[in-house]
């Protein structure tokens, strides 16, 4: 029996595409595949979600590779504010609020520390997780099983009436390794069809 249902945040509850932030954030730019390539989508990016590396740094490491006479004041400008333009799955948050009523609910992400913050506060339905895991905060990052397990002992989660439900299918197979049920996010009715599957 299911007792617990624990959510990822990007491309689960908001939509995340890095060309979108870019296009956004600098719609004059001619550098978005250099940002792209050696800072969104670099391990950069990652080593910021795990929370071990200092947004100061970020200069001296792209200055060699992003040649954008204003590097310094953009990259403070996407790590500032690409939160502001993740897209919210409202079919999600209204299933997140609907199960709430039944079932603790849980947050799970690779998130950075300081926009985690910012996020909740403009969406406080966030606030009404009764667990949050952020990998910033613990310098663990899915599919790691050591956050899977901080989860589980954090919270006193039994595994096996537990699930996760994660846009990744690397990240929901680790869930699996840990005992935990996982459900790979297609979409909002996709979800809620396999949560029903599971007796939700």
Not at 38 to 55: A, T
Request: aromatic content about 10%.
């Amino acid at each position: 029996m299911i007792k617990n249902i624990v959510f990822d945040i990007g491309n689960v509850l908001f939509g995340y595409t890095p060309n979108h932030i870019l296009n956004q954030l600098l719609p004059e730019s001619k550098y978005h595949e250099e940002y792209l390539e050696h800072f969104i989508n670099h391990q950069i990016w990652q080593d910021l979600d795990r929370g071990i590396i200092n947004e100061n740094a970020l200069i001296d490491m792209l200055e060699t590779k992003i040649p954008d006479p204003n590097l310094e004041d953009n990259l403070q400008l996407i790590t500032d504010n690409f939160i502001y333009h993740l897209h919210l799955i409202n079919e999600s948050r209204v299933l997140f609020l609907n199960l709430k009523k039944r079932y603790p609910i849980y947050l799970l992400s690779n998130f950075q520390a300081v926009p985690f913050s910012k996020l909740r506060e403009i969406h406080p339905f966030l606030y009404q997780a009764d667990g949050t895991i952020i990998s910033a905060h613990h310098h663990l990052m899915k599919p790691e099983p050591e956050i899977y397990q901080l989860l589980l002992n954090r919270y006193n989660l039994n595994p096996e009436e537990t699930v996760f439900t994660d846009d990744l299918e690397a990240n929901i197979e680790a869930a699996k390794k840990e005992g935990i049920h996982g459900i790979v996010f297609k979409s909002p009715d996709q979800l809620k069809d396999d949560l029903i599957a599971l007796g939700v």
